[in-house]
């Protein structure tokens, strides 16, 4: 089924909005809070309406990508979707439940920036690696790209588009990797050379091909 993609900055993040042909849509990470109003605007520009938005699939639950998952179910009825390894930081706000033990400064930094009770939520299912998801709306299947946190996942469509959140982000030094754990990103990279990945879309920065992908590799 053809689809578009459109991409929204919603706080420094970004989100992507996927329309399929039949008038159903898909949203791929929600941004952070205070980016609400510029995605609220170009959702509505792009037609979704309460029960057109299927489906939220959160790539991590980091405040920059959850800001506005449960005031958009509360608005246009969509589901929200995660790994289950980032349902405790999706509950608590607190990043520090979905990652390997940090350091005390990180600790205080993500106590700090801990999401408030209002943008706290539960997901209405999870999903595991390559579940497919063309019930709601989307030829793609899950790929879970654990690294950045335990349950960062990507979704990859049947046409080769990837979005992969922050496991690799492509920003104007080039391309790389998402802070965490590395040899969890390591086996995430393996796994990625296996895929027929054509375009890639990051939670930070611009779209890139494949082959700036395979250049990565090298230089990695």
Do not use: W
């Not at 979707?81 to 990180?106: D, V």
């Not at 299947?141 to 992969?164: A, I, K, S």
């Amino acid at each position: 089924m053809p689809y578009e993609i459109k991409t929204i900055n919603a706080g420094g993040v970004n989100c992507y909005l996927v329309a399929g042909s039949d008038g159903r849509f898909v949203l791929i990470d929600s941004g952070i809070s205070f980016g609400r109003g510029r995605l609220v605007k170009t959702l509505e520009n792009a037609g979704v309406q309460p029960g057109s938005l299927r489906l939220i699939v959160i790539t991590h639950a980091d405040p920059d990508h959850t800001g506005s998952a449960a005031f958009l179910r509360r608005k246009y009825g969509a589901k929200i979707t995660m790994h289950a390894a980032e349902i405790r930081a999706a509950e608590s706000g607190n990043s520090l439940y979905n990652r390997k033990p940090q350091a005390f400064l990180t600790r205080l930094i993500f106590s700090l920036t801990a999401v408030g009770p209002a943008n706290r939520f539960r997901p209405d299912f999870t999903v595991v690696d390559g579940q497919d998801l063309s019930e709601y709306g989307l030829d793609a299947q899950v790929v879970h790209l654990p690294g950045h946190t335990f349950g960062e996942l990507g979704v990859l469509t049947t046409q080769g588009d990837l979005f992969c959140g922050d496991m690799l982000m492509h920003e104007k030094t080039g391309l790389r990797l998402g802070y965490g754990n590395p040899a969890d990103f390591h086996a995430s990279l393996e796994k990625l050379k296996a895929l027929p990945v054509k375009t890639f879309y990051p939670g930070h920065g611009q779209p890139f091909s494949v082959e700036v992908f395979r250049k990565f590799l090298v230089d990695f």
